[in-house]
């Protein structure tokens, strides 16, 4: 009983990460990550929210 509780705990936590991945939701820390392994200082938040903004609506937009 203890090993499928295990497995049950194993494959939601994986399937959680997975879902934030897909979501855009843990785009934050994976930066944070990154940006310390290549010893630089990473934004606040609030700094990396409004620098995503601006990457995104920066680019022309063709659509109309």
Not at 21 to 34: F, I, K, L, N, Q
Request: charged share 35%; hydrophobic share 30%; aromatic share 14%.
């Amino acid at each position: 009983m203890r090993d499928a509780w295990s497995s049950l705990k194993r494959r939601a936590t994986r399937f959680w990460r997975g879902l934030r991945d897909w979501c855009g939701d843990s785009a934050y820390e994976r930066y944070v990550e990154r940006a310390r392994a290549g010893g630089e200082r990473p934004l606040t938040p609030a700094q990396f929210y409004v620098e995503q903004l601006n990457r995104r609506y920066s680019r022309p937009n063709r659509c109309c």
